[in-house]
């Protein structure tokens, strides 16, 4: 028999944050690092570890930031590569277009364009959550 799932309400959605022991603590770290270039991957990639859970069908939970810093960047780096390589195509169309001085439809094309490396990115950085692989998040 299928169990049944439950989408969570709003509520519930934010309000397990502030149930974790270590919030503050999370959330304090987090907000510095994110002020410095560079390092500021280390966050997103504890954001990614969240979202990695809850994909996998596991509750959320805030870990605790020892232990997990180079895994973090790690993490958040390749999220931001799959990022750039799926925006780069989008990028060189812009700027053909540009150059062609496309008018009002190519503005058109290129919005629809980067629309859909809006929508792609996401997913495939889920699809590397979910296999572990960056290769994962390559393929379409």
């Known amino acids: 028999m299928a169990t049944e799932s439950r989408i969570p309400g709003v509520n519930e959605s934010v309000n397990w944050i502030f149930e974790q022991p270590n919030w503050v603590r999370a959330y304090v770290i987090g907000a510095i690092l994110s002020l410095i270039p560079i390092v500021s991957f280390m966050p997103m990639g504890y954001a990614l570890f969240v979202m990695r859970d809850v994909l996998r ?24 590569l799959l990022f750039l390589l799926y925006g780069i195509p989008a990028a060189v169309l812009l700027v053909f277009l540009m150059v062609m001085h496309a008018g009002p439809l190519g503005a058109g094309v290129g919005f629809f364009v980067l629309m859909l490396v809006g929508l792609v990115a996401p997913l495939a950085i889920g699809r590397m959550l979910l296999a572990d692989s960056f290769g994962a998040g390559l393929a379409l």
């Open 57 to 80: 069908g596991e509750p959320p939970r805030l870990r605790d930031w020892d232990g997990i810093w180079g895994e973090t960047f790690v993490l958040g780096f390749k999220a931001f």
